[in-house]
């Protein structure tokens, strides 16, 4: 969707490097002459657009809510609706909180969890009668941080003889 300044900047150059008439331009642009030919008679508000963009440069972490309720404060008699729009036509933003000065750990999670070992479970039953689980160690996406059993007793308990 293109808005009425893109279609009033698209006549304009038809009508400039074409040579064509205001009506064949608008035409081939899809719009309006009236849109086109329209000029608004808002005042441009420098004063406050002035303003509202110290005020976020300022306080870089404050959305148009918060820099709305500052220009109240300093007696400004606008609504919320307009900080909102100027906000918006002067393209600011809330930004981005800085990384603090912490060192970065080599590891991410997902490597650990793929890099660690794992340990594997085979279980052999002597003539004791008790389970016995001789371990080997391999790569997996399993946690290696998770405890795994080495002895096991068989189901009736433990047999001392």
């Known amino acids: 969707m ?8 698209a006549v ?3 009508k400039a ?11 081939f642009v899809g ?11 808002r005042p441009p508000e420098i004063e406050l657009r002035g303003r ?12 148009y809510r918060r820099l709305f309720v500052l220009l109240r404060r300093e007696g400004e008699p606008s609504g919320i609706n307009r900080i909102y729009r100027l906000y918006r036509e002067e393209g ?3 930004r981005k909180r800085r990384a603090r000065g912490r060192g970065r750990r080599s590891w991410s999670r997902r ?4 890099a660690g070992p794992m340990t594997s ?13 001789s371990t080997s160690s391999m790569t997996s996406r399993a946690n290696p941080w998770r405890r795994s059993p080495t002895l096991r007793s068989p189901v009736g308990g433990w047999h001392v003889n």
Do not use: W
């Open 17 to 27: 490097v074409m040579g064509l008439s205001e009506r064949r331009a608008c035409s």
């Open 121 to 133: 479970c085979t279980t052999s039953s002597p003539a004791g009668g008790a389970s016995v689980c």
């Open 111 to 114: 490597d650990r969890t793929r």
């Open 92 to 94: 600011l933003t809330v």
């Open 52 to 63: 509202l963009r110290d005020l976020a440069n300022e306080r870089r972490r404050f959305g």
């Open 2 to 9: 293109v808005g009425p300044a893109a279609k009033r900047e």
């Open 31 to 41: 719009a309006d002459r009236k849109m086109i030919r329209y000029q608004s008679c």
């Open 12 to 14: 304009a150059h038809l």
